[in-house]
């Protein structure tokens, strides 16, 4: 198949884009370049500069290339950015995908997979977190997914476009052999802020909380590995392809949680230099513990992550964060 890849220049889109080059596909990817990486695509696989707030430019990019489906990754992802800037937000996140769902059924009417994430379902007491748990996000950045999910939905019903959602965990790591990874500008993730200050380049580590009802007092994530969700996509386009799943909406990630101090251990024991570490107060708006309930995807999809071992991913992302202490820059 042939997949337009919108965002695929970015951390989770450069993944996806390799993978499914592996599984004998081919890519466009279609990005503005605000924080992803040219140097992140694979050799040969077409850039078109384009951003998703210029509707004569998605729709032109999708009759130059007529792809059979499409990956949707491009958005504005930071949390607490979205609470400050929720203009920016609404705008790039939900404008933007509303101009990509009119390209897409004023051209092809392909079948899409959008990127959603965790941030949707809000502050939850199910541990693990099904599919159909209430949606309460407690975020701009989670509202903006879940008016882009509706959005698809309605497009679904009202125009026959086929769609699978993805709503991921925690996502972390980097491809094995460490040339393309984590390169936010802002950064705000644990385990890529954990490889950073072990490089040297901050001080010590904050853990936001240790007093919460988990075991060892700190928040409880579902890690998921960056190659194993481009592998997710890679499983649910081809399902679309087939005709299956149409409509459908999968939790990714592991289906188990680690906390802040065995992710903190894990960096420890890969990277050899004890990290310090100071506890802070708790961080706004984190839940204690946010788990994927991950059957769905594996059940109908076939989804087998292979990174299930966190000191295996977290080598991953170490492996990245030392041979390019400064992301795409060096
Ligand atoms: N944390 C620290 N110290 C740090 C950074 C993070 O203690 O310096 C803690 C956080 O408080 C949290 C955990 O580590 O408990 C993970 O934090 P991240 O910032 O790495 O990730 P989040 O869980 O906040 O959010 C991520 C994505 C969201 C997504 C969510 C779903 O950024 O988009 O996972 O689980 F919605």
Redo the contacts with the bound molecule.
């Keep these: 198949m042939k997949l337009m890849v919108v965002g695929g220049a970015g951390y989770i889109g450069s993944h996806t884009v390799r993978q499914l080059l592996a599984a004998g596909h081919e890519a466009v990817v279609l990005d503005n370049l605000s924080s992803g990486h040219a140097q992140a695509l694979p050799e040969g696989v077409p850039l078109v500069q384009a951003d998703l707030l210029d509707p004569a430019g998605v729709k032109a990019a999708l009759e130059a290339h007529q792809p059979d489906a499409v990956i949707h990754f491009a958005a504005l992802?930071e949390?607490g950015e979205s609470m400050r800037a929720p203009g920016r937000y609404y705008r790039n996140n939900v404008v933007g995908s509303l101009n990509l769902l009119q390209a897409i059924v004023e051209t092809r009417k392909v079948p899409l997979v959008f990127s959603s994430?965790?941030?949707v379902y809000g502050t939850t007491d199910a541990v693990p977190i099904p599919e159909d748990a209430p949606l309460h996000p407690e975020s701009v950045?989670?509202e903006t997914k879940l008016m882009t999910e509706n959005m698809i939905h309605a497009f679904h019903v009202a125009h026959g476009l086929p769609y699978i959602v993805l709503r991921?965990?925690?996502?972390c790591g980097a491809a094995p052999g460490g040339d393309i990874g984590e390169a936010h500008p802002n950064k705000?993730?644990?385990?890529e802020?954990a490889c950073l200050t072990a490089l040297g380049q901050r001080e010590k580590?904050?853990?936001?909380?240790d007093d919460y009802p988990t075991p060892d007092g700190?928040?409880i994530?579902?890690y998921v590995h960056v190659q194993d969700l481009a592998d997710a996509h890679v499983l649910a386009v081809e399902a679309l392809q087939r005709g299956q799943a149409n409509a459908a909406t999968y939790n990714v990630g592991l289906g188990h949680g680690f906390s802040?101090r065995e992710?903190l251990d894990a960096v420890d024991a890969v990277t050899g230099k004890p990290l310090t570490r100071e506890v802070a107060p708790r961080?706004a708006g984190?839940p204690p513990r946010?788990v994927a309930g991950a059957r769905r995807i594996v059940d109908e999809l076939g989804f087998q992550p292979q990174f299930t071992d966190l000191q295996e991913i977290v080598r991953t992302a170490w492996e990245w964060h030392r041979k390019h202490p400064h992301g795409f820059g060096q």
């Design positions: 992802i949390v994430t965790a941030a950045y989670g991921y965990f925690n996502v705000t993730h644990l385990i802020l580590m904050m853990i936001f909380g700190t928040c994530r579902d802040v992710v961080r984190d946010l």
